[in-house]
């Protein structure tokens, strides 16, 4: 009959025998699905808003793909870019994370611009208009009191000296002491706001990748 100490010394052999055995042996093979699994792209979205760009301008385009029911997908790699004209729009990528080209006017015209992104394209189309004359701001300085307004005028003129009308002109304040109204016109009204901080603010009218700076100064 083994004795004890036997036993145990053949238990330790058996085990060191399987050990080296699973060692040498191919492990299994097993598929871990992923955990999340993103959707497929099905469209995709090209931001060329306000799109309108004069001449010899820059402005910055981005592309984001979406799925079946309108959420944005994140995938890996950028997006490749073309246009119908190069030789009205140039394009130049910025940031392939972001899906970013940086984009010059070039001559008056409309050019489309595409992006695609896992196979998928979208596109947006840009108006390329003369180029613009620096803006000008009537009056180029205004001073309000709290709750206070007054009118603005701003001036586009092409090179050629033509004035331009009817564009969309973006307005706003970094510093939260005014607002507009209307918002995208050529001629506003400015109001100070009536929590505002007293000091000088700087309202900033865009349009066509032009832009220039109103001194906003709001007194109690």
């Known amino acids: 009959m083994p004795t004890p100490r036997a036993i145990v010394r053949g238990r330790l052999l058996v085990g060191m025998a399987l050990a080296i055995l699973w060692t040498c042996a191919s492990p299994p093979t097993v598929e871990v699905p992923p955990l999340f699994r993103l959707p497929p792209v099905r469209h995709v979205n090209v931001y060329a808003y306000p799109n309108l760009l004069a001449v010899d301008r820059l402005d ?5 793909g979406f799925d079946s029911t309108g959420v944005g997908v994140w995938v890996s790699g950028a997006a490749t870019w073309r246009v119908s ?7 130049r990528e910025l940031d392939p994370r972001r899906r970013q080209v940086e984009v010059r006017a070039l001559r008056p015209g409309l050019v489309e611009v595409v ?3 896992a196979g998928v394209s979208g596109r947006d189309t840009v108006r390329i208009i ?5 803006l000008e701001l009537t009056p180029a300085a205004v001073s309000l009191r709290r709750g206070d307004s007054t009118f603005v005028r701003l001036r586009i003129r092409t090179t050629d000296g033509v004035a331009v009308r009817g564009l969309f002109v973006s307005w706003w304040d970094t510093t939260y002491r005014a607002t507009t109204w209307p918002h995208f016109s050529d001629s506003v009204w ?3 706001l009536e929590r505002a901080s007293p000091g000088v603010g700087a309202l900033r009218a865009s349009v066509a990748g032009a832009s220039v ?3 906003v100064t709001v007194t109690p």
């Open 130 to 134: 003369p180029a613009l004359l620096p």
């Open 85 to 91: 004209d190069s030789t009205r729009l140039s394009m």
């Open 190 to 192: 400015v109001r100070a």
């Open 213 to 215: 700076t109103l001194p």
């Open 60 to 64: 910055t385009l981005e592309a984001n």
């Open 115 to 117: 992006a695609t992104i």
